[in-house]
């Protein structure tokens, strides 16, 4: 049974930073893209992030560019997302996704099959 059990989440002041970890289980995610979405209370669902299974391309969103950064450790079957400056803009529940094997990382949640539980991120002084 696959399982993504993200963790890192918290409360932050404007400007500090967290990482962010997804811890995969039930099978090897090499082999799989793997991504960071977020929802805001009352807002949809957003991309964050996304790493190739080669661990060679990243995408990112435009309201996180520069400031976060995607990476996986296939060793561990583990992704992060390390995230600086942040504002309060970027406070919502973070997941993180694994897409399918040997495909491509996307920006759009339909291409993504598993998903972690959440963890809460809050900036705010």
């Known amino acids: 049974q696959v399982q993504l059990v993200e963790s890192g989440g918290g409360l932050v002041q404007p400007g500090g930073s967290l990482r962010l970890s997804c811890a995969a289980s039930?099978?090897?995610?090499?082999?799989?893209?793997m991504g960071w979405f977020r929802q805001a209370p009352g807002a949809e669902r957003e991309f964050v992030a996304a790493?190739?299974?080669?661990?060679?391309?990243?995408y990112y969103a435009d309201s996180v560019k520069g400031r976060f950064t995607i990476s996986r450790d296939n060793a561990k079957n583990t992704v992060y997302l390390q995230m600086n400056s942040l504002r309060p803009e970027d406070t919502a529940v973070y997941y993180c996704?694994?897409?399918?094997?040997?495909?491509?990382?996307?920006?759009?949640?339909?291409?993504?099959?598993?998903w972690g539980q959440g963890t809460q991120v809050t900036v705010s002084s």
């Open positions: 039930g099978r090897t995610f090499s082999s799989y893209p």
């Open positions: 996704a694994v897409g399918a094997r040997y495909g491509l990382a996307s920006r759009d949640g339909g291409q993504y099959y598993y």
């Open positions: 790493i190739s299974w080669r661990n060679v391309t990243t």
